[in-house]
Every structure is written in C-alpha cells, then in structure tokens.
C-alpha cells in the first residue's frame, strides 16, 4: 500500500520500480483518482464552512428578531448537498484505494531486475550435496517403501495433494517442528507464539493477499479464511498499533498448519510432499525498526540457514529477481535445499523484507519517546522452516542402500531415541 502524497512528489520514482517489476506506469492514474478524491474533499469542507457560517448567522438573526427564512432554506438545499457531496467523496476515495491496493511493493534497489526465476542470483552454497553408491530415490518412494507415507488413503479422504504420515515419519514431522521451535526461541530470542488458523478479512488484506490473490487461499461457509502462513496472524498483531520504540524489534515464531488452494499449479509436483494443499511450517516473523530492517532481513535468514547446517543438509541462497518476488516483498532471499532425489535445489525457506508496505495496509506504528508523531513499522517474514520439505530432504538425503533413512545425530532426543527409521516388521 503506497502514500498518495509519496506518488504526488516522486511520480517518476514509483513508475520506474513498477516498471522494474514488469508493470505498466500507474502514478498518471493515481494522482487522477486522487486529485478527484481532493477536489470532492474541499467541496464538501466548503459546504461545511458555508453551513456552519449560516447557522451562526441564522442564530443571530433570531436572537435579534429577524427573518432568517432564507438562510434557514439553503441551510435545508446545503444539507442535501452535502450528502450527495460525501458519497461522491466516499465512492472517490474508495476507487482510488482500490488501485493502490492492486499494486505490489517497489523492489529495493539491490534486487537483481528480470521477469522471472530465470533471473534470480545465487549468493552462496553451503554444504556438499551427497554422493551414493546407488541409484538415489525421491521421497515418495522411499516414504511408501517404508510403509509410512501414504498419498492414496490421504486421496480417499481428502483428494488430490494431501499426504498420511504414519508411525515415525509422523513422529519426524513432530520432531523437526519441536527442534526448529527450540533453536529459535531458546538460541535466536524468538517469541513462540500458538495464533488461529482462522483468520477475518482484514488480517489477509493486511500482509496483501487480500483482495488481489483470494484463489489462492481458503475460505469457510462462515467467512473465515484459513491461513496459508503464519505469517498473517503473526504479522497482523500489532495491527492497528502503536508501539514503542524500545521494543522493536519483535520476534515471533510459530509452528501450524498452512492451507493453500495451489490456484494455478496444475501439472506441478503432482507426486510427492513438495506442492500440498495441508503442510505444515514454522514461521519467522520480525517487526522492525525501518532503519533495522536490512540488518533484520540478514539475521532472520541467517537464523533459518542455521536450521539446515545443524541437520547436514546441503542448500543455497539466492536473491529473487523483480519477476520473481511476492506482491508484499521489497526483497527476498530464498533459500533451497538440494533433494538427491530429483537431483537439483528446491526452496525450503523464502525470507523477506516488506518494508512499510503491510504496515501501511495493516495502520502499524511506533513512536519514539517524547515525541507525538509515528511512523510506520517495517515487517519481515520467513519459513524456519518448512516442515514437510525438510522432511523431504531428510529422507533424500540421509536415505540408505536397504531403504532405510538414518537420522542426524541432532534429532535423536526428539524421536524417543530412534536413530534409524527402517521399515515395520
């Protein structure tokens, strides 16, 4: 969400980053619809000056024994036009929000331009993918071999894209999400926090998924919509807000069910955990000083790499292009994790810098001390990390000659002690 007054004094500026994001210049039509909004205001304040200039007069009048019929008249015709003037104001001001509410963020300036992922940068690889002395299989393989993955019982219940985990697969995803909680909250002071997996409109048109990308999200008889991160219900708790200064930044983690429609992905990843309707992730979430936020973006990052390196799995980072960012993002770092399996890097985590976009959407502040004026909040948000798709890479990568998976010592207190997951007797 933009500042009109901003596009007012920079048109060029906001053109140019739409226009880096592939998009057709937009400031022309925004100062229009807003100038309109202006104009429609200062009628109505003018009428409301000239009604309240009659009342006093027609007072006096009064009070003095004068006729003040003819005042009282186009008080009564000010009235009615004063009514027509509001809604003309109202149906103004909600056109033009309805533009800047289609518009995504501007990329930041060290976003690497492109239309597409093909334009992405890698930054860094850490770790060395595994070499086997076998044919390496994909997950879903080695999952249903071991009895403990099953896509067609998940079809009977539920259709396509949803997955049973059994016995210590089910165990594992448990055992990730209680591991990535711990690390975070006891090792990088994050906050962990149990938030609804239901969710009004407003917290979705906070952090932009509202209006523009409703099929992409779930919605309940009763107009709920089902969340598809953590990130909206963390993000939108300081919705409306006013914080202190000395308590940014605010670190906030959560482990739950993610739900997305996958509008769009026909064809992809139709085997598998990688592309579902249910997963589940534990999400980072930073409420930032804007000064902070770059610094913010990099440690958050840092702290989801960390997950991957404590549990020997090899990845990636790389910066998104301007083709390739989501709406609400300024910049974003994706990091990918290599599947053996399928033989290349796969995202695992996407970490990004909003800036004040949500903010603005969501009327986030903060205000230093002493002073009266606030400004907005910037929000940051990212996997730490996915659970299913480490789950994914754990079983590719730490798969066995006999299709067993032997586990990273690091797990091991959180799975009861199994150290090797084999197949049932």
Same mark, same amino acid.
């Given at each position: 969400?933009?500042?009109?007054?901003?596009?007012?004094?920079?048109?060029?500026?906001?053109?140019?980053?739409?226009?880096?994001?592939?998009?057709?210049?937009?400031? $022309?039509?925004?100062?229009?619809?807003?100038?309109?909004?202006?104009?429609?205001?200062? $009628?109505?304040?003018? !009428?409301?000056?000239?009604?309240?200039?009659?009342?006093?007069?027609?007072? $006096? *009048?009064?009070?003095?024994?004068?006729?003040?019929?003819?005042?009282?008249?186009?008080?009564?015709?000010?009235?009615?036009?004063?009514?027509? &003037?509001?809604?003309?104001?109202?149906?103004?001001?909600?056109?033009?929000?309805?533009?800047?509410?289609?518009?995504?963020?501007?990329?930041?300036?060290?976003?690497?331009?492109?239309?597409?992922?093909?334009?992405?940068?890698?930054?860094?690889? +850490?770790?060395?993918?595994?070499?086997?002395?076998?044919?390496?299989?994909?997950?879903?393989?080695?999952?249903?071999? /071991?009895?403990? !993955?099953?896509?067609?019982?998940?079809?009977?219940?539920?259709?396509?894209?949803?997955?049973?985990?059994?016995?210590?697969?089910?165990?594992?995803?448990?055992?990730?999400?209680?591991?990535?909680?711990?690390?975070?909250?006891?090792?990088?002071?994050?906050?962990?926090?149990?938030?609804?997996?239901?969710?009004?409109?407003?917290?979705?048109?906070?952090?932009?998924?509202?209006?523009?990308?409703?099929?992409?999200?779930?919605?309940?008889?009763?107009?709920?919509?089902?969340?598809?991160?953590?990130?909206?219900?963390?993000?939108? /708790?300081?919705?409306?807000?006013?914080?202190?200064?000395?308590?940014?930044?605010?670190?906030?983690? &959560?482990?739950?069910?993610?739900?997305?429609?996958? *509008?769009?992905?026909?064809?992809?990843?139709?085997?598998?955990?990688?592309?579902?309707?249910?997963?589940?992730?534990?999400?980072?979430?930073?409420?930032?000083?804007?000064?902070?936020?770059?610094?913010?973006?990099?440690?958050?990052?840092?702290?989801?790499?960390? +997950?991957?390196?404590?549990?020997?799995?090899?990845?990636?980072?790389?910066?998104?292009?301007?083709?390739?960012?989501?709406? &609400?993002?300024?910049?974003?770092?994706?990091?990918?994790?290599?599947?053996?399996?399928?033989?290349?890097?796969?995202?695992?985590?996407?970490?990004?810098?909003?800036?004040?976009?949500? $903010?603005?959407?969501?009327?986030?502040?903060?205000?230093?001390?002493?002073?009266?004026?606030?400004?907005?909040?910037?929000?940051?948000?990212?996997?730490?990390?996915?659970?299913?798709?480490?789950?994914?890479?754990?079983?590719?990568?730490?798969?066995?000659?006999?299709?067993?998976?032997?586990?990273?010592?690091?797990?091991?207190?959180?799975?009861?002690?199994?150290?090797?997951?084999?197949?049932?007797?």
């Amino acid at each position: 969400m933009f500042d009109p007054k901003w596009i007012r004094d920079n048109p060029e500026l906001f053109d140019k980053g739409l226009a880096r994001r592939g998009l057709p210049p937009q400031s $022309a039509e925004v100062l229009r619809l807003d100038a309109e909004r202006r104009a429609r205001q200062t $009628a109505l304040q003018e !009428m409301q000056q000239r009604r309240n200039e009659l009342s006093k007069r027609i007072g $006096a *009048a009064k009070s003095r024994g004068e006729d003040a019929s003819q005042m009282m008249a186009e008080v009564a015709s000010l009235k009615e036009a004063m009514q027509e &003037a509001e809604a003309a104001e109202q149906e103004a001001e909600a056109a033009l929000n309805r533009l800047l509410e289609s518009i995504p963020n501007l990329p930041a300036p060290d976003v690497p331009d492109g239309p597409d992922e093909t334009a992405n940068r890698e930054l860094r690889r +850490v770790g060395e993918p595994p070499e086997f002395g076998f044919p390496a299989k994909q997950h879903f393989e080695i999952g249903e071999a /071991l009895g403990l !993955m099953d896509f067609e019982a998940a079809a009977k219940l539920s259709g396509a894209r949803f997955v049973v985990l059994k016995g210590a697969l089910a165990r594992l995803e448990r055992a990730l999400a209680a591991f990535m909680l711990d690390l975070h909250t006891r090792e990088f002071g994050y906050t962990e926090v149990l938030p609804p997996y239901l969710v009004r409109d407003n917290a979705v048109f906070g952090t932009g998924q509202l209006p523009k990308f409703g099929e992409d999200l779930f919605l309940t008889r009763e107009g709920y919509w089902l969340i598809p991160t953590a990130e909206v219900p963390l993000t939108n /708790l300081v919705a409306d807000e006013i914080l202190d200064e000395d308590s940014l930044p605010l670190r906030l983690t &959560a482990y739950t069910p993610c739900f997305r429609s996958e *509008a769009g992905a026909a064809g992809k990843d139709t085997r598998g955990m990688i592309r579902q309707h249910q997963f589940s992730k534990v999400e980072l979430v930073s409420i930032a000083h804007p000064d902070r936020s770059a610094e913010e973006h990099e440690r958050m990052t840092a702290c989801a790499e960390e +997950v991957l390196k404590r549990l020997g799995l090899a990845y990636r980072v790389v910066v998104l292009s301007t083709g390739d960012m989501g709406f &609400a993002a300024e910049k974003t770092y994706d990091i990918e994790v290599w599947l053996p399996g399928q033989g290349t890097y796969r995202e695992i985590s996407s970490c990004s810098n909003c800036g004040e976009f949500q $903010a603005r959407r969501m009327k986030a502040r903060f205000r230093r001390a002493g002073e009266k004026g606030t400004r907005f909040v910037h929000t940051l948000n990212g996997s730490g990390l996915a659970v299913g798709r480490t789950l994914v890479a754990l079983l590719e990568t730490y798969q066995q000659a006999d299709g067993s998976v032997v586990l990273p010592e690091v797990l091991h207190p959180y799975m009861g002690g199994i150290e090797v997951i084999g197949a049932p007797a």
